[in-house]
């Protein structure tokens, strides 16, 4: 009996996509859409099981109350389209692509592209160890690259549409600019050729630190403890990174799964409690406007700063 | 304490019949999807372990001597060469994108399609030397030779083409319009038979000027096609329809249809007449008996797609794998 996320994603294929892609006209993707039909299942399962833990949790130990909880709703939509939809389309139909042409472009000069394998010839046949490493190097740079995305003020001014939510919950994760979220893709594509990140290897791998980031995100009162909370991010933890004061351009915790990071590179703040959220410099579509109005000022932000910028 | 007298003449029997019994014949799967190769006891129709490699492996070829099996890993830029008894590493060597690679029946060349890079590369056989790289508008995916060595036929998925190359004097014959998202070819009866994917026909092409002669309908998607052993049969597999079409090899008329769910794509014929087709979105290998057109299935890794058989491997789970 195979893997039943595999044999959802096969069904997925054999049923609806394959056949969507011969109506079309499009079976030289046949291939490919194996890659995106993994990802959607895997996308599909994260949402469910990050629904089944933190929905319990924000409703058993909640921060904050609102009578009128609209606003959250825009961020389920959110999440649809970042685990279901586009994400894993962007990185099978292009990221795939260009990671099988620079390696070819390598392997032409006689040179192999850099892959944890090759660099610790033990790691093959131990996905489990190999599948951490990759974990930790990830988080790293993404620790970066979100401590990246306060410094610019370009950057920001997309960024800043993650931390305008007020209420935020296990579902404002992936609230984010499509620019953003296209940086994002291409921040990690590039760390994922220079490791050698097999994308349909791990997709175990971003659904485990896809659910830790959403749960750190959650409108719950949940700490590990002292000891906890320096060996995985927590609610309490990453709540002090929204915090109204930590908005802007400095601010603190900004791991995404593990807290070493701030802890290595003096930017850990373990001292606030559950604080309330949000970015007071921001502006109002940005926290309570549609999907659409969000993502236009997120863009007219971005398009003014970068005026700036050139104008200075 | 007869035992003990009779030992010294049981033991050498002992040893060669455990040696016959682990000849039992070992399969090769390509797991396209999940980065291995799964090695299948042949005879007890299961698999017994997995060769990891670095990516994304798809298809295999047995070396003109018999002495390897070269299996092309695309993503991971390498080919990895593995002794066909036992599943054995022997090497690894650098390749750009290898997706689909063939010898010449005469041993001399060996042909590497990238389907990710739009090439296709001819080797010197012998000494693995890269003799010219042609650029191929797009997606190159299967191939085959003329029975003389003197020309190569690659499908283009991507643009609905075919071309064929002068392995003489290494340039470019032609490349036509064979039908849509063109698939397998087959070299036969001195035409040259593809698998058009976007649709649901073998088309048949002159070899001389790719101009298509006919088209044959097989079923939704035909995907690729082998000619049986004993050269009577060509079976297509239907990705999209989910069936595997035998046709009379003299007359290309379809004799029956089975169904083999879940995207069927390679064959291999066991010496027992069964065909083992590797079956893409199943995780299994359907092992179909034409006759009565039942089929068992096997459990293999994620996404199976290149398939071979060696009645006379050596089915031992201990077999050092790296």
């Known amino acids: ?312 | 304490m007869r035992f003990i007298r009779v030992l010294p003449v049981l033991l050498p029997l002992l040893v060669l019949g455990a040696k016959l019994a682990a000849a039992s014949g070992l399969a090769f799967v390509v797991n396209s999807g999940g980065a291995s190769i799964s090695l299948v006891d042949m005879s007890a129709e299961k698999e017994l372990r997995r060769i990891p490699v670095l990516r994304e492996p798809h298809h295999l070829v047995l070396s003109p001597d018999g002495k390897s099996l070269l299996v092309g890993d695309t993503v991971a830029n390498e080919v990895l060469f593995l002794d066909p008894a036992t599943g054995a590493l022997q090497k690894r060597m650098p390749v750009a994108d290898p997706y689909q690679l063939g010898f010449s029946p005469n041993g001399r060349f060996l042909v590497v399609n990238g389907l990710a890079r739009n090439q296709i590369d001819v080797y010197d056989a012998a000494s693995m030397q890269l003799l010219k790289r042609f650029p191929a508008a797009s997606m190159p995916s299967h191939l085959d030779y003329a029975p003389d060595s003197s020309r190569v036929f690659v499908s283009l998925q991507g643009t609905d083409s075919m071309m064929a190359i002068d392995l003489g004097k290494l340039a470019t014959l032609w490349t036509e319009k064979v039908g849509k998202t063109p698939a397998g070819v087959l070299w036969h009866e001195g035409k040259v038979l593809v698998a058009d994917m976007g649709t649901d026909y073998v088309a048949v092409v002159d070899p001389a000027d790719g101009h298509v002669i006919n088209r044959i309908h097989t079923g939704k998607g035909a995907h690729n096609l082998f000619l049986s052993p004993d050269r009577k049969i060509i079976w297509v597999n239907n990705r999209v329809g989910g069936t595997t079409t035998s046709l009379d090899a003299s007359t290309l008329a379809p004799i029956r249809s089975y169904a083999i769910p879940g995207g069927p794509d390679d064959i291999a014929f066991a010496p027992d007449g069964r065909l083992w087709i590797t079956r893409r979105f199943a995780e299994k290998v359907a092992v179909l008996d034409p006759k009565t057109g039942e089929y068992q299935t096997i459990d293999v890794g994620r996404s199976p797609h290149g398939l071979f058989l060696n009645p006379n491997g050596i089915a031992a789970p201990s077999v050092a794998s790296r």
């Open chain 1, 1 to 312: 009996m195979g893997d039943p996320f595999d044999l959802a994603a096969g069904w997925l294929q054999e049923h609806l996509l394959i056949p969507l892609l011969y109506a079309l006209g499009l079976m030289q993707w046949e291939d490919v859409s194996y890659g995106w039909a993994l990802f959607a299942v895997y996308g599909a399962c994260q949402v469910a099981i990050t629904f089944a833990v933190c929905m319990p949790l924000e409703r058993w130990r909640p921060v904050e109350r609102w009578p009128d909880a609209h606003a959250v709703t825009v961020d389920v939509l959110y999440t649809v389209i970042s685990r279901v939809g586009v994400l894993p389309l962007f990185s099978f139909v292009l990221f795939y692509r260009a990671q099988v042409a620079l390696n070819g472009l390598l392997a032409d000069h006689d040179l192999v592209p850099p892959t944890l394998e090759r660099l610790a010839p033990f790691l093959l046949g131990q996905p489990v160890l190999t599948f951490m490493l990759y974990a930790i190097i990830l988080d790293c740079a993404d620790y970066w690259r979100h401590r990246l995305s306060h410094r610019f003020r370009w950057w920001w001014a997309l960024h800043s549409l993650h931390h305008a939510q007020r209420q935020m919950t296990f579902w404002s994760d992936d609230r984010n600019h499509v620019v953003d979220d296209l940086i994002s893709a291409l921040w990690f594509g590039v760390i994922a050729l220079a490791i050698g990140v097999p994308p349909l290897q791990f997709p175990l791998l971003v659904l485990v630190l896809r659910f830790l980031e959403s749960l750190s995100h959650a409108n719950a009162r949940v700490a590990f403890g002292a000891v906890g909370e320096r060996l995985l991010i927590s609610p309490r933890f990453h709540r002090a990174h929204h915090g109204l004061v930590a908005a802007g351009q400095r601010s603190c915790n900004y791991g995404a799964v593990l807290p070493w990071w701030d802890m290595l590179f003096g930017t850990a703040d373990f001292r606030r409690d559950y604080v309330a959220t949000g970015d007071p410099t921001g502006e109002e579509a940005l926290a309570s406007g549609s999907w659409f109005r969000q993502q236009w000022a997120g863009l007219r932000r971005f398009a003014a700063t970068l005026a700036g910028s050139m104008a200075r």
